[in-house]
């Protein structure tokens, strides 16, 4: 019996010692954070972005940085056409972050006319940014709208993103803002603000940029953190979070967006689930689209996200969500939920990305089309009855997958594949001498086969 003890305490005890190691040798990756270089502020009002204010459409924040203490800020707004220039007052905030300080700033732009092009210039301390400008969309309800989403931008430093967005706006000049599936810098860090600046430079001055957060945009630790300056920046978060969740819901013609932080402990997502069914059951929109950064249906694993999904999925659905726009696995999916007799139904479910990084899936059949290793983005355009999901290569321009969602009045919804004839991407560059590979390269060739795509 003594012997038994012993056997099984000596067991019990190297169990924990090895957990304990495999914890120690993985802190850095769970738990660590690269160190932020020192870095000065601006001295000029830099990094302006436009972006969203409330919940109504005809508003507008502009942030940026200038300095490290707080002086007299105003954004200089006028027509175009010509009337007053105004002096919007902005409210200053110094950030301080591991290895640096620097003066924030956010003007509320209300009550702005429809279908009207303005200029407006950030200032502060008698220090102004160029003139950059804007224009809001007509006040019809039912007229076409378009914007763009990106999944992960999450860029190197000295990335493509600003490439690739400006191409994209050269092919869609219809887009009337831009959407982001959180990871929009690599790290907290300012060196990686610093290349989303870059990124969205001459574009995020002239449309609205709205992202979610993604688990890169926050501090890792035991309990990770969301630093303050990611709201300075994405400043709708400033008067819409819930408690200390970042969430925020845009009416926008007939289209309501709503954005959840899924990054959260399950106890901040029961409230986000609160402050989404109230938002979702309120709303009279036509078109009701959720971005969150993790996919419900995970393409990485089986196990993953499942605390999501156990927590918004229902709702999505019962709720009827037309469209959830999703990110963080670095590979592209399309799914659709699916009505008792097989017929397709929404929600339609996208993971997307437009990152360098890729990564390895697991080709779950549930899902209808992937793409590997290509950066892509999303059209979406709302017109009348119908809902259109294009999804573009972003290197090529290309049409990579296409779908409608079609709600005629008084009728069940339909989903239309139109991508059905365009090949899938499934090209993994990957050395094939590695294990690791060898076993990927396997997986994509029984996807394929199953499919019936042609294998070499
Ligand atoms: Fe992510």
Sequence with gaps: MKKKHLIAGSCSLLVVLSLAIWIYSRYDVWFGNPPEKPYLPPQRPERVLLTFGTEDEWTRNVSWQCDSVVREAFVRLAEEEGGDTLLIPAEGETF????GVSAYYVARLRALKPATAYRYQA???GKESPWYGFRTQPASSNRAISFLYMGDVQDTLGGKANHYLKAALQRHPEIEFLTCGGDIVERPMDSYWGELFRGVDSIGQTLPLLTVTGNH????GVIQKLERRFSLVFSYFLDSMIGE???????????QLFCLDSNR????????KQWLESKLKESSAQWKVVILHHPLYSIKGAMNNLIQRYVFDDLLREEGVDLVLQAHEHAYARMTAHRPDGTAQPPVYTVSHCSPKHYRIRFDKQFDRYGISGRYYQLIRLE???LTVATHDA?????????????PEGKEAQIIDLGKEIPEYLEFHGDPKRKKNQRYLERIREYK????????
């Design 449 to 456: 086969q199953w499919r019936g795509i042609a294998t070499e």
């Design 395 to 407: 290197y090529t321009g290309s049409l990579y997958d296409k779908l409608q969602l079609v709600k």
């Design 96 to 99: 301080r972050s591991r290895n």
């Design 217 to 220: 945009d926050y501090l890792k």
């Design 265 to 272: 402990e399950l106890p901040y997502l029961l409230e986000q």
């Design 384 to 386: 009348d009855d119908t």
């Design 123 to 125: 200032c502060t301390d």
């Design 245 to 255: 969740n970042q969430v925020f819901t845009l009416r926008y013609g007939n289209l």
